[in-house]
């Protein structure tokens, strides 16, 4: 005997996800114009459902002729709201803790291009796009759309190479220009230490919410800068916790209390 249990549970959870979904879109869309194109929409696909029930051939037909371009006209009717559910979705916590462990990979190939650039004081600006985009600069420069990995980063960085001096800027697995142009940061009293491109990552961290790495040619110091503030000279420990609290990689990491700051 067939065992029909695990089909009908299938069928359950499949007719909750589309209720779900259409739940979702409705309350989007409740008392917006397009909510009365939903509702003329639901009665056009229950005509369809009749005139298929009740044979009603010439009623059927001329739905049926419409199929065709159904979905093109949901699109395009639903565009606004098609959009916000994407979002929506890409806002869930599951699906942006998926990102996180994709983003968290191209973080670790950064992290071994930057050990290995501070070690041979080779300078290096690089920038991490997150929800704020940075079109403006990434114009300014050289665009690449390659994957990230650090034997490509440390080519891009190589002494006297084209794209040495600009930014590098990284937008989810891929670095998507080089050679990029950075605003200066404006704010007096920083430490005359901190060089031409120290004061580009901390004038961008001021502006958008990117993350901007930062190796020092003098010194081969690490620095991060994000959200307007500079965390400066460190270690490979405190980088990647740094980092990773940044991309809320590791939640339960705790951040180093002796990180370094912005030098005096």
């Given at each position: ?31 917006t114009r397009a909510s009365q194109m939903f509702v003329g929409l639901v009665v056009i696909v229950f005509a ?28 395009i009717l639903f565009q606004p709201e098609l959009r916000a559910l994407l979002t929506h979705i890409g806002q ?118 990117a993350a901007v790495l930062i190796v020092s040619e003098e010194t081969g110091a690490i620095s991060v800068a ?39």
């Amino acid at each position: 005997m067939i065992d029909v249990r695990p089909q009908l549970l299938l069928d359950i959870v499949d007719v909750l996800i589309v209720a779900f979904l259409f739940y979702r879109l409705f309350a989007m869309i409740k008392g917006t114009r397009a909510s009365q194109m939903f509702v003329g929409l639901v009665v056009i696909v229950f005509a369809s459902i009749v005139a298929q029930w009740f044979r009603l051939s010439a009623l059927n037909w001329m739905i049926g002729s419409l199929k065709t371009v159904w979905v093109i006209l949901f699109v395009i009717l639903f565009q606004p709201e098609l959009r916000a559910l994407l979002t929506h979705i890409g806002q869930n916590r599951l699906v942006r803790a998926l990102i996180r462990v994709e983003e968290y990979g191209v973080v670790s190939e950064v992290i071994k291009a930057v050990e290995e650039m501070s070690k041979d004081r080779r300078g290096a600006l690089i920038v991490f796009e997150r929800d704020m985009g940075l079109r403006n600069y990434v114009e300014t420069g050289t665009k690449l759309e390659a994957k990230v990995s650090a034997e490509l980063l440390e080519t891009i960085f190589t002494p006297h190479s084209p794209l040495h001096d600009g930014a590098c800027v990284i937008r989810g697995d891929e670095i998507v220009a080089a050679g990029c142009i950075l605003p200066l940061s404006q704010t007096e009293g920083l430490s005359p230490i901190l060089g031409t491109r120290h004061r580009a990552a901390l004038g961008l961290a001021e502006e958008t919410d990117a993350a901007v790495l930062i190796v020092s040619e003098e010194t081969g110091a690490i620095s991060v800068a994000h959200k307007g503030s500079l965390k400066w000279n460190l270690d490979e420990g405190q980088l990647r916790s740094e980092l990773a609290a940044i991309f809320n990689a590791r939640p339960d990491e705790s951040r180093d209390s002796d990180e370094g700051t912005q030098p005096a």
